[in-house]
């Protein structure tokens, strides 16, 4: 299957400062990545859809200016979460379809690792 | 709104089959998508329904009803690495994903 990453694993950084999360699609082309966000014991909430060489979509009550999207290639978005606070600690995971050879997506989503935050 | 409900645990022995059930209530439908996640890992596809009826693969079987916007993952032959959270989902006409509240299934010996 697809591969997607996601770099760092995980992330320690002091309230206020601003942390970037890669997410690359391996060996396949993505259009539209997917951002989550994932606290505890708690189901994957969609933050926003990356979409390549365009703004990002927002889900309600996310905050575009607080978490910064950037779909610069068809392999590669980025997620800036910006004068990060400690509420902004969780596990933030992208994800993926990919285009089988007719253009359209196949059914599953691929998901990269994850990236744990933590901000002190 | 959207929702997607779930139990919240389930609990099972080795060699048992559990079913674990979700009901939707979404804005759009394109299909029910069901994924598995260990603890800190990201989500496996497991299954994806978009028509009525039932779809299995190996140990894992998933079934849909549109019209009663429900759909069941059922695990066979449960083994101790099936312990995880799983989550349906709906797939809705832009291809996002809005995943359901989770069931944390343990099975034991």
């Known amino acids: 299957g697809a591969v997607v990453s996601q770099h760092p694993s995980w992330v320690i950084c002091k309230s206020g400062t601003s942390v970037k999360i890669e997410c690359r699609s391996l060996?396949?082309?993505?259009?539209?990545m997917f951002w989550y966000r994932q606290f505890p014991k708690q189901s994957l909430m969609l933050m926003a859809t990356?979409?390549?060489?365009?703004?990002?979509?927002?889900e309600q009550g996310v905050e575009k200016d607080k978490f910064l999207i950037n779909h610069a290639s068809l392999t590669l978005s980025t997620l800036t979460v910006t004068s990060a606070h400690p509420e902004d600690s969780s596990f933030y995971i992208c994800s993926a379809y990919s285009l089988g050879t007719s253009g359209r997506t196949y059914n599953e989503q691929f998901f990269g690792p994850g990236t744990r935050l933590t901000v002190l | 709104g959207q929702s997607l409900e779930q139990p919240s645990e389930v609990t099972a022995v080795e060699g048992a089959i559990v079913q674990i059930n979700c009901t939707y209530q979404t804005s759009g439908f394109y299909g029910l998508s069901w994924y598995q996640q260990h603890d800190g890992g990201a989500p496996t596809f497991l299954s994806y329904n978009a028509l009525d009826g039932l779809e299995e693969t190996g140990r894992f079987s998933s079934f849909l009803s549109r019209s009663d916007s429900y759909g069941y993952l059922l695990l066979q032959e449960l083994q101790m690495k099936d312990s995880a959270s799983y989550f349906c989902a709906v797939r809705d006409s832009t291809d996002k994903l809005i995943f359901g509240t989770g069931t944390r299934l343990q099975v034991f010996p």
């Open positions: 990356s979409n390549e060489g365009s703004k990002a979509t927002y």
């Open positions: 060996d396949f082309q993505a259009t539209t």
